[in-house]
């Protein structure tokens, strides 16, 4: 599967931004979703997942209530809606799919090793 994301860019901080990931490939659905970020110098950070039934949902403690992760298998493109953007949220966000294992689809994925396939990132910026 290729994934693409986009939505990135600038914004001032408190704003917002929705990220975007469209797959090519393989059914959508058959994939667990994920946003991952590595800021310079710090460990690559899981921010959210999705399983692959959408049932279920992830949110690593420092977005916890500002970030939303959802997805639309018509479109095959996950969105990361992401509010109240501060200065630290600046990094390079990434989507990612794993494959999971076969017939599990209620399970979300919080370590990026896990991850099969990354699109190439997008940059978000946020300014103070």
């Known amino acids: 599967v290729q994934l693409q994301a986009y939505g990135g860019g600038v914004v001032q901080a408190g704003g917002s931004l929705r990220l975007s990931c469209t797959a090519s490939g393989r059914t959508f659905n058959s994939y667990a979703m994920g946003w991952v970020r590595q800021a310079p110098g710090k460990e690559r950070d899981v921010v959210a997942a999705?399983?692959?039934?959408?049932?279920?949902?992830y949110y690593s403690d420092s977005v916890k209530g500002q970030f939303t992760i959802s997805g639309d298998n018509a479109k095959n493109t996950v969105y990361l809606q992401m509010n109240s953007l501060k200065p630290e949220d600046t990094t390079v966000y990434y989507c990612?799919?794993?494959?999971?294992?076969?017939?599990?689809?209620?399970?979300?994925?919080?370590?990026?090793?896990?991850?099969?396939?990354w699109g190439q990132g997008t940059q978000v910026t946020v300014s103070s």
């Open positions: 990612a799919a794993a494959r999971g294992r076969v017939g599990v689809i209620d399970t979300y994925y919080y370590t990026g090793r896990v991850y099969d396939y």
């Open positions: 999705i399983s692959k039934s959408g049932g279920s949902t």
